[in-house]
């Protein structure tokens, strides 16, 4: 069975993005371009709220063939380009300004479920805390990956806030990256 994993880039003090809601990128690194690999390897489908959707629709299209951007930047690119996207909005009525993007029919539960019990490797939610929120709510995310930057934001959208859960989580993985970013790997216990 497919799983589903919650993987984020969060400051120190738990925030996804800025004050501005600007993604804030972590440092690009050795160690970075191998859990940028790692990520390929294991998945083939991106979950997406809306906001975050259309945040990547704007991006990594254009990463993919710009000059400018590095190769291990340009690899990541394509396969977030290639991959199959699921983008959960009760507004959106078009998702053809990202390749290979389909708008959910349901709720996240029986969604999530179906694509779970289909073929295929695992799946990933990349990016949008308040989805994320939504996720971890119904209970639907197998693993939680985080990349913690050695940064402070101070305001922004915080990841876990709003989720309404106490869960036990077991540590599979820590890892300090060449960055200082740690990187940690956990199972949510049910």
Do not use: C
Not at 101 to 122: C, F, N, Q, Y
Not at 142 to 164: A, Q, V
């Amino acid at each position: 069975m497919r799983k589903l994993v919650l993987s984020m880039v969060v400051s120190i003090d738990g925030y996804t993005n800025g004050p501005g809601g600007e993604f804030i990128p972590p440092d690009w690194s050795a160690d970075l371009d191998r859990w940028t690999f790692d990520m390929i390897d294991r998945f083939d489908t991106l979950l997406y709220g809306r906001a975050a959707w259309q945040d990547m629709a704007a991006y990594w299209p254009r990463a993919e063939h710009d000059p400018q951007t590095p190769e291990p930047q340009r690899e990541l690119a394509r396969f977030m380009n290639g991959a199959r996207k699921i983008v959960f909005s009760r507004s959106m009525a078009d998702a053809s300004a990202w390749s290979n993007s389909v708008i959910a029919d349901g709720d996240v539960s029986a969604t999530v479920a179906r694509e779970k019990a289909g073929p295929g490797k695992d799946m990933v939610i990349f990016a949008g805390a308040r989805f994320a929120q939504t996720a971890l709510g119904a209970g639907v995310v197998d693993e939680i990956w985080l990349l913690t930057l050695p940064e402070l934001f101070g305001h922004g959208t915080r990841l876990f806030e709003g989720h309404g859960l106490r869960r036990k989580l077991q540590l599979v993985e820590h890892r300090r990256m060449d960055t200082g970013a740690v990187l940690t790997r956990y199972l949510l216990g049910r």
